[in-house]
């Protein structure tokens, strides 16, 4: 995927399910009432960390599912085109994230992957980010029309170091991921370096969400084959994936890269590469690969 998984990515996902399936995919009993934030542990504001998934219209246990759809405005009308369609999916854990890339035919990418994604075919550069170079812009952002397709940087757009969001940039004052590509879109004559983006042109590969890939750091992770997901899962809402990381532990799964509120890790930084990813997190994001053909 050149863009990590997109919050209406999620909200089909969920629609596809069935109510005993929605249940262990979101925070929130699918029964709960209409705008409620689906993916929220804690209830409060609607948009915490900018995501705006809510349950549209209750669902009725073990029969009827829920319907999902993005409200990021809060003002209770769904699908506007500032509610938050394309900002990163995050408050997800690897058992949800396992379930999407199952259902949708993908797999989870190898920390390897990853590396190889940012450098492409060219030499390593020391302490390089996943636009090839070891610079980053440091300058507090502020957004254009945010939530909305076109959501962009209004100002401090850097022209020369590489673009990401990281608590210099925005990490404390948007609080939360932007959308996939924002850097790319800011000018028509933006290249790999201003856009944020890796050697093959994939986006946010550096901050905005943690990557969460299988590890080489240890033996769950090891024993990862490739498979793709099925295009399915399980009626538990379980992934079936054949030789995959562990789903309800997370074992076999580590993140590198970092999130919007941490310090922007380097391409080949492996400090949490073996942290498993049992839990539902603000700083979680999804992204799936297949093997061509």
Not at 134 to 144: E, P
Request: aromatic share 8%; hydrophobic share 30%.
């Amino acid at each position: 995927m050149k863009y990590e998984l997109s919050q209406q990515g999620y909200v089909e996902f969920l629609n596809s399910l069935t109510y005993t399936q929605q249940a262990v995919h979101t925070a929130q009993p699918p029964n709960s009432a209409a705008g409620t934030g689906a993916l929220l542990s804690t209830l409060g504001t609607a948009t915490a960390q900018r995501n705006g998934i809510d349950i549209q219209t209750p669902g009725t246990p073990s029969t009827i599912p829920a319907v999902y759809a993005c409200n990021f405005d809060a003002d209770g009308i769904y699908g506007e085109a500032n509610d938050g369609m394309t900002i990163a999916c995050n408050h997800i854990s690897w058992y949800s994230m396992a379930a999407y890339l199952d259902w949708s035919g993908l797999r989870p990418m190898t920390e390897l992957e990853l590396e190889k994604a940012c450098r492409g075919t060219l030499p390593p550069v020391p302490n390089e980010y996943a636009w090839g170079t070891n610079t980053i812009a440091g300058s507090a952002y502020t957004l254009s029309n945010p939530g909305a397709a076109n959501e962009g940087i209004a100002t401090n757009y850097s022209t020369t170091l590489g673009n990401a969001i990281t608590p210099a940039t925005g990490g404390g004052t948007i609080g939360g991921p932007i959308r996939g590509g924002i850097f790319a879109a800011n000018v028509s004559s933006s290249g790999r370096v201003t856009a944020g983006a890796s050697y093959y042109g994939i986006m946010e590969l550096t901050s905005n969400l943690w990557e969460t890939v299988v590890t080489i750091g240890n033996t769950q992770g090891r024993a990862f084959t490739g498979r793709h997901g099925s295009g399915a899962i399980l009626g538990s809402g379980n992934a079936n994936g054949v030789n995959w990381p562990d789903s309800s532990t997370g074992i076999g799964v580590g993140v590198h890269g970092g999130y919007f509120s941490s310090t922007p890790y380097t391409v080949c930084d492996r400090c949490y590469s073996t942290r498993a990813q049992d839990y539902r997190s603000a700083d979680l994001g999804t992204r799936g690969v297949r093997t061509a053909p």
